[in-house]
């Protein structure tokens, strides 16, 4: 890889010292090439420290059974990202407080390239108004997101009226919510984006369509529908995770995802995110951001910018760079 990506990172930032280095996915490889730098925001970064924080749900001697920090991010971005949300962990729930106000400690420092962060909630909790509450003090905090595919979360749960009325109430308090949800669960997740016109909705991982599946027909019509929803915006991010391991995935799977997503939603619902360190099971930071771009390198400029900052600027109540 050329040694411009890793040279020092610029004061406050994540961009490239000596400007405008750039990288092309030609098959399984990257290439340098020389083109002007996108403003890239990466509105799905995780971080996690053991030693701060209980993550249950890591199993013990995979990939994500590590440390994943600011300076490893910055490495693992290869520079070329000017600025990060910083998206929940599912933390221990006795840990929840304590995450939210050390991202936004993050968010404060201009150092860590962070300017927002979606942090835990459950909507469903009886003293779920006063947590959101409590978030007004953290300025960074812009959203929330509870997971909702794992085992625990049973069918229908999204739509008992006590979670819809905690949804309701992110709208009033000018706070998104974000779904992380499995692709079989498109249609009903959709009922829940219609019951909640007034909350602003995002899709993770273009909504986890799954790469070992044979036929993803049935995800790309889930995806139509759930589209028609305005108030819903999808995140490019995440989905080859669920390759069959690591750089065990297709271009063209990719392409077709995620061109069926910017088609279904349009250039003004569509944002970029990372996954780091999620990301690793699937393939690098660096080869997913190459990815995207290379995909929609023949779009119009105005459009990629939408996807890769300026939608993010505006969701997000960020200041344009």
């Known amino acids: 890889m050329n040694r411009r990506v890793f040279s020092k990172f610029a004061l406050g930032g994540f961009g490239l010292a000596n400007g405008g280095g750039n990288l092309r996915l030609e098959g399984s490889s990257l290439i340098s090439v020389e ?15 053991r030693s701060k924080f209980t993550l249950p749900w890591i199993t ?31 933390v221990e729930p006795s840990q929840q407080w304590d995450e939210a106000v050390y ?24 003293d779920f108004e006063k947590w ?17 595919h794992v085992p625990s ?46 909350t602003q909705f995002i899709l ?19 995806i139509e529908e759930i589209s028609r929803h305005k108030n819903l915006v999808i995140k490019i991010s995440g989905f080859l995770a669920s390759a069959p391991a690591k750089d065990q995935w297709k271009f063209e799977d990719a392409e077709m995802i995620i061109n069926h997503c910017l088609d279904s939603f349009g250039p003004e619902r569509c944002i970029f995110g990372g996954d780091w360190p999620v990301v690793l099971l699937g393939s690098t930071l660096l080869k997913w951001i190459e990815t995207v771009k290379q995909v929609v390198s023949k779009r119009p400029i105005a459009e990629q910018e939408k996807l890769f900052s300026r939608n993010a600027e505006r969701l997000y109540r960020l200041t344009p760079a």
């Open 60 to 90: 013990k001697g995979t990939t994500l059974d590590a440390d994943f920090g600011i300076p490893e991010y910055k490495e693992a971005s290869g520079g070329v990202v000017s600025r990060t949300v910083y998206m929940e962990v599912d």
């Open 204 to 222: 993770d991982h273009c909504g986890n369509p799954d790469l070992k599946k044979a036929d993803l027909n049935p995800w790309k019509k889930d």
């Open 153 to 198: 979360t049973p069918r229908g749960y999204c739509l008992e009226p006590k979670f819809v009325r905690g949804i309701k109430l992110l709208g009033a308090k000018n706070l998104s919510f974000d779904l992380c949800i499995k692709d079989v669960d498109l249609a009903e997740k959709s009922k829940l984006v219609e019951q909640c016109p007034q």
């Open 132 to 148: 959101v509450e409590r978030l007004g003090a953290l300025k960074g905090v812009r959203g929330i997101r509870q997971v909702l």
């Open 103 to 126: 991202v936004n400690g993050l968010c404060n420092d201009p150092m860590s390239g962070m300017v927002a962060a979606v942090v835990s909630g459950r909507p469903n909790s009886p």
């Open 35 to 49: 083109k002007p730098k996108m403003d890239i925001i990466d509105t799905h970064q995780h971080l996690w420290n």
